[in-house]
């Protein structure tokens, strides 16, 4: 089977098992179906698409994967870049839209005593200054290592397999610009489900709104892997957006008027943020024959 075809395929598997779990999860209640610990499920699809297509097509993950690399520079972008900038954009718009103040958790106002009381299902206890930013700080590490594991099992389908064979059949921009698409529209069928579900958030507004922010990460990601070629960055890149992404409002209480109004501005700011910056990379990119010289030399080497 030719490598256009092999992309079909692979499409074809990663979306219809996502429909599949979607659907299950969609018809025993949505988000608040007694499986929706199930939605971990989603992250290994590509994994196992690409197994699929190793074993039963001959279409191996390509060999230009440089597993050993794990460059420094690159580290601190895939860790920053997406979160430091849903940030930038998103602290001031909360601050508008609550006359000026953060809305913090009550609990992160210090006692008299100085001591700060953490909820309950926290399990921090009381905690000095000190000790709430070390928790907060080791809370924030492990989340995005976990995170960035179940981010690994879906960048070896994207990234690292279907991307290069796109820009093999097209060229880098068109290949990252189709591969990102293609990654938003695979989440759509969570969103409809419940799987991605955003508090207080109509479902047609997620899916109206965050496939946009999903696209522009994609080209972000795809972006940092044809600087890398290294499946460890574009991992942490994605597990940095989700576990870093919107870190500051997990610390804010809920408004208690306006909290829909809220929720709709703060997606638009987060998801239209990742869009801009998307695309600020994707207008300077060019098409290095380079890059398509190593993703046919690979694919050919991968049938050898």
Same mark, same amino acid.
């Given at each position: ?230 499946? !460890? ?5 994605? $597990?940095? &957006?989700?576990?870093? +992404?919107?870190?500051? %409002?997990?610390? @804010?209480?809920? *408004? ?8 709709? !501005? ?5 998801? $239209?943020? &990742?869009?801009?910056? +998307?695309?600020?990379? %994707?207008?300077? @990119?060019?098409? *290095? ?16």
């Amino acid at each position: 089977m030719n490598e256009k075809n092999n992309i079909l395929v692979f499409i074809a598997i990663t979306f219809s098992l996502s429909i599949l779990l979607s659907l299950f999860i969609g018809f025993t209640g949505g988000h608040d179906s007694k499986f929706i610990w199930l939605q971990f499920a989603s992250m290994p699809i590509p994994a196992i698409t690409v197994l699929i297509m190793t074993n039963l097509f001959k279409a191996p993950v390509l060999k230009e994967i440089k597993w050993n690399k794990l460059p420094v520079y690159w580290l601190v972008l895939a860790l920053l870049l997406m979160p430091v900038t849903i940030h930038i954009t998103c602290l001031p718009l909360i601050k508008f839209l609550n006359n000026g103040v953060f809305p913090w958790q009550t609990w992160l106002k210090a006692k008299e005593e100085g001591l700060y009381i953490s909820p309950n299902n926290f399990g921090w206890g009381s905690l000095t200054s000190g000790e709430l930013i070390f928790k907060i700080f080791i809370n924030a590490l492990t989340g995005v290592v976990i995170v960035s594991v179940l981010a690994f099992l879906e960048e070896v389908g994207w990234r690292a397999w279907m991307l290069p064979r796109l820009i093999k059949q097209f060229n880098v921009r068109k290949g990252i610009f189709i591969g990102s698409l293609i990654w938003a529209l695979w989440h759509v069928p969570f969103m409809l489900s419940g799987i991605l579900y955003l508090k207080a958030m109509p479902t047609y507004l997620i899916v109206l709104i965050n496939p946009f922010g999903i696209f522009g990460a994609g080209l972000v990601i795809s972006w940092l892997w044809t600087k890398t070629k290294s499946l !460890w960055i574009v991992s942490i890149a994605h $597990g940095a &957006l989700n576990n870093w +992404g919107q870190y500051a %409002f997990k610390y @804010m209480q809920d *408004s208690k008027t306006n909290l829909q109004s809220q929720q709709i !501005w703060l997606s638009i700011g987060v998801n $239209g943020s &990742l869009l801009i910056l +998307g695309l600020l990379i %994707f207008i300077t @990119m060019k098409n *290095s024959s380079d890059d398509k010289t190593t993703a046919n030399m690979s694919i050919a080497n991968s049938r050898a």
